[in-house]
């Protein structure tokens, strides 16, 4: 069964704190993704990844960056937790190759910055 | 521009009862894909439904179809019989191009209550 795994399901942060949120998959894919969702915002992409070392910018990248050493890891970072970060992220994985290759999720971790 | 529209307001459906949620998408590629996912309370995006620009048909898997009509630009999901487990957030997304990063983008969501 494939899987996408997030550290933390919930997380509470302080206003200036270093953030990290960790994602694993196990399916060997080439890219990662993480969104933020945001009631009546939907799914927006904050840095996706295409293989190791390598990252581009998605729609909302300001105040976080991202780090992939390795191809089933895919971290997120908030440099300087601040409260309007306050919101759930979802981190996927897909294949680069196929007809389909639809993105698959984690669980989410909601994180609270105060 | 938003490229991919969910208007419609939260819903109601009796359960066994169909039910049609719109999508409208935006795009000037000739080769994209569509999905539809399904998010339930718990927070978990399901995969349901997926739609290549080429197909000729319109995608089903088991209750689900999408209602595919190329010239208009939508790729509506119909999920048939509704069960009291449907109730969820519903997302439409396209992948545009022949983009082998797969970078979809997403609408604002579909709310669906089932009711018995």
């Known amino acids: 069964d494939v899987k996408v795994t997030q550290s933390s399901r919930y997380l509470v942060k302080r206003t200036g704190e270093k953030v990290f949120l960790e994602c694993v998959q196990d399916?060997?894919?080439?890219?990662m993704f993480w969104y933020r969702q945001d009631p009546g915002l939907g799914l927006r992409l904050i840095y996706f990844s295409y293989d190791v070392k390598m990252k581009e910018k998605g729609d909302i990248p300001e105040g976080y960056s991202v780090s992939r050493e390795k191809k089933e890891r895919f971290s997120l970072i908030l440099e300087s937790a601040s409260t309007n970060q306050t919101s759930m992220y979802l981190c996927?994985?897909?294949?680069?190759?196929?007809?389909?290759?639809?993105?698959?999720f984690g669980p989410g971790t909601r994180l609270t910055v105060t | 521009a938003q490229k991919i529209t969910q208007t419609q307001p939260g819903m109601f459906v009796q359960e066994k009862e169909a039910v049609t949620l719109d999508c409208t998408y935006d795009t000037s590629d000739q080769s994209y894909g569509l999905f539809w996912y399904k998010q339930p309370s718990s927070g978990e995006m399901i995969f349901l439904i997926y739609q290549g620009s080429y197909d000729e048909q319109n995608a089903t898997e088991g209750r689900y179809s999408l209602n595919f009509q190329k010239a208009r630009k939508s790729a509506n999901l119909v999920i048939s019989a509704s069960q009291l487990g449907d109730s969820a957030m519903y997302f439409c997304?396209?992948?545009?191009?022949?983009?082998?990063?797969?970078?979809?983008?997403f609408g604002k969501g579909n709310q669906v209550v089932v009711i018995p």
């Open positions: 997304a396209m992948r545009e191009g022949r983009s082998g990063n797969n970078r979809l983008a």
């Open positions: 399916m060997d894919h080439e890219n």
């Open positions: 996927a994985s897909s294949r680069t190759s196929g007809r389909l290759y639809e993105q698959y």
